[in-house]
């Protein structure tokens, strides 16, 4: 599938403006900034599966499941919070959400993940076809981070900024993970259940049971399973992908 720089152009100032909306300013109850969210993601995504209707492409196409099964220990990142915080040995403070909220909260992240891997990986790496596999990768994992910059729109302290660009660093990791996979199965709904199972793990069930974990444990299980990561998808590449053209041509 192939959209025209004005098209990605589009499809990105859209997720701009629903990504750094200024929902904060409005002096309502959480619920109420969870719901303009919902729907404001809500709208992007109508819009991003009527294009992909109007074009034909087949969102829910699985290709090459049984291989994907490669990938499943790539979902060790999605408790990488979970784990820092086992790790540490912290107590939790306690939850502050509501059952409401919290299913709330999940439809956030879990229309986040949709609205961004459409975004991401479907339109913006699907159209990078100029340029060999790796560096679309690269690329999309690189657009995927600096996008998060837009979380600064809602910070107004140092730590929130420092809090942003680790959430970019991760965002490269992530983008990366995710990118590798689609490369390899084209299909959208797996990056979909990979964002989300990040998303719910190391976000909302990481806040909803008030984790407190200390930054030496944090840094530490972020770049062991980081490198561990890294050399397994060295080997899958290394010795089941390389020699197939159809997926990695550089």
């Known amino acids: 599938m192939k959209f025209r720089f004005s098209d ?4 990105a ?3 701009i403006f629903v990504a750094a909306f200024p929902v ?3 002096r309502i109850e959480a619920t109420y900034k969870l719901l303009i969210q919902i729907s404001l993601r809500l709208l992007i995504l109508f819009y991003y599966i009527y294009i992909c209707f109007v074009n034909r492409v087949n969102i829910f196409k699985f ?3 049984k291989r994907a099964l490669l990938f499943i220990p790539f979902l060790l990142a999605c408790f990488s919070n979970l784990i820092a915080f086992g790790l540490d040995g912290a107590q939790t403070t306690g939850t502050t959400m509501t059952s409401g909220y919290l299913s ?9 993940a949709v609205v961004e891997e459409f975004l991401f990986r479907l339109f913006i790496q699907s159209a ?9 990768i690269l690329y999309g994992a690189t657009i995927f981070a600096l ?3 837009l979380n600064m729109v809602n910070i107004s302290t140092v730590d929130g900024l420092v809090t942003v660009l680790i959430q970019v660093a991760y965002s490269f990791g992530l983008g990366i993970l995710l990118g590798f996979i689609y490369e390899y199965t084209y299909s959208l709904p797996i990056c979909i259940f990979v964002h989300f199972a990040f998303n719910l793990f190391n976000t909302v069930l990481y806040q909803y049971m008030g984790c407190v974990t200390s930054n030496f444990a944090f840094y530490l299980t972020a770049v062991v399973i980081a490198l561990v990561l890294a050399i397994y ?6 010795f089941v992908l390389r020699r197939n053209d159809r997926y990695f041509k550089e």
């Open 13 to 15: 100032l859209l997720f």
């Open 104 to 112: 709330l909260f999940i439809i956030l992240h879990f229309l986040g």
């Open 128 to 136: 990078l076809v100029r340029v060999g596999s790796i560096k679309r």
């Open 24 to 26: 904060d300013l409005f």
């Open 147 to 149: 996008f998060h910059l």
């Open 233 to 238: 998808t060295f080997l899958i590449y290394w």
């Open 63 to 65: 290709q090459n499941l």
């Open 8 to 11: 990605l152009l589009i499809f």
